[in-house]
């Protein structure tokens, strides 16, 4: 395969963030996906956090599975971590990656037919357990890699590019991510940069399991009429709850507020503070059972609810479940991970 090289010159008039990083240097390689592709826009949007958030690239670990979806990493963030798993096996190996060296922070490309066909156990497990990571969904309602099959996202009466219709209930991974306890849960459009840069800052702040499901139309399989996953159906159908600032502890974001709606203001174990600016003055995030309502009352009505939809500042992570140290396990030595056999025996004894 042959791969467009960028410049490796930077005009030195390039704005640099507080740790001497310009926009580009949070790019990756140049995409090979259709011109117009959604999931573009969506790394853009990662490029565009990080460097908003000063992470430093080489903290960042990236894992993805299988699909155009999973190609993604390689197009943001291309002086990090990076790992390319089996289909639908990113989970499992972000957890065991996560549970030896927790001071990276960890971000999973996943799509629909990774994610709610194959992978959907290993997805169950992952917001159960809580490990701390953002969960990133690019959900277009096809595989587009295999030629436009309908995925398990689809919505029901959807029709594909040929005439099909589909007749399968559809999966709502984001239902299911507040049922299995994911701590942060967000939906956003690829087409709405304003709304999904924030919520990808937020997510990388929060401690706990974070899931945001982008819904990224399909521009060769998927972007027709009668498609419920294309550009003019999702900008038709989208209600937005909220729209969203992350403020840091350190200097304060200033943000004017729009005449409707109030603000309500979450802090975050690090300090850090997320200002809502609701659309629906009534909606509180922070009530699990009704952001499920809430979700199922506009499915019903072929509406598609963006926004932060969930949030618990109070969650715990999968390391703090299991009373691990807080020193990395990659760094401790043989004689702190296999203790002897007088330890083991004594583990033993209280099984019994």
């Given at each position: 395969m042959t791969y467009i090289a960028k410049p490796k010159l930077h005009h030195p008039s390039l704005q640099k963030n507080a740790v001497g990083f310009t926009r580009r240097d949070y790019e990756g390689r140049v995409s090979t996906l259709c011109a117009g592709c959604g999931h573009d826009s969506i790394s853009a949007a990662i490029i565009q956090a990080c460097w908003e958030l000063d992470i430093e690239p080489h903290r960042v670990a990236k894992l993805s599975g299988i699909g155009c979806s999973s190609k993604t990493p390689d197009y943001f963030l291309g002086q990090s971590h990076g790992f390319n798993t089996v289909h639908g096996r990113m989970p499992s190996v972000l957890t065991g990656a996560q549970l030896a060296n927790r001071e990276l922070l960890?971000?999973?490309?996943?799509?629909?037919?990774?994610?709610?066909?194959?992978?959907?156990?290993?997805?169950?497990h992952l917001m159960r357990r809580g490990v701390n990571m953002v969960y990133l969904v690019e959900n277009n309602g096809v595989y587009g890699l295999t030629k436009g099959q309908f995925s398990a996202t689809a919505d029901a009466g959807s029709k594909g590019k040929k005439g099909?219709?589909?007749?399968?209930?559809?999966?709502d991974l984001v239902s299911l991510a507040l049922l299995l306890g994911a701590s942060f849960v967000a939906r956003s459009f690829s087409g709405d940069k304003a709304q999904l840069v924030p919520l990808i800052k937020a997510a990388m702040l929060h401690r706990g399991a974070t899931f945001i499901d982008v819904i990224s139309p399909c521009v060769a399989f998927n972007n027709h009429a009668g498609s419920t996953r294309s550009y003019d159906y999702v900008r038709a159908h989208n209600e937005a709850v909220n729209r969203l600032d992350v403020i840091e502890g350190r200097e304060p974001i200033e943000a004017e507020q729009p005449a409707e709606g109030g603000v309500t203001e979450?802090?975050?174990?690090?300090?850090?503070?997320?200002?809502?600016?609701s659309t629906g003055p009534d909606y509180d995030p922070r009530d699990r059972l009704e952001a499920m309502n809430f979700i199922a009352h506009h499915q019903a009505q072929g509406e598609l609810v963006t926004g932060l939809l969930y949030i618990n500042p109070e969650a715990q992570t999968y390391h703090q479940h299991l009373g691990t140290v807080a020193t990395p396990l990659n760094k401790l030595?043989?004689?702190?991970?296999?203790?002897?056999?007088?330890?083991?025996a004594k583990i033993n004894a209280t099984l019994r």
């Open positions: 960890y971000f999973g490309v996943s799509g629909d037919g990774d994610s709610a066909s194959i992978g959907l156990g290993q997805f169950a099909a219709v589909n007749t399968d209930n559809p999966i979450v802090t975050l174990h690090d300090g850090s503070t997320l200002r809502l600016r030595g043989t004689r702190e991970l296999c203790p002897g056999p007088a330890a083991l």
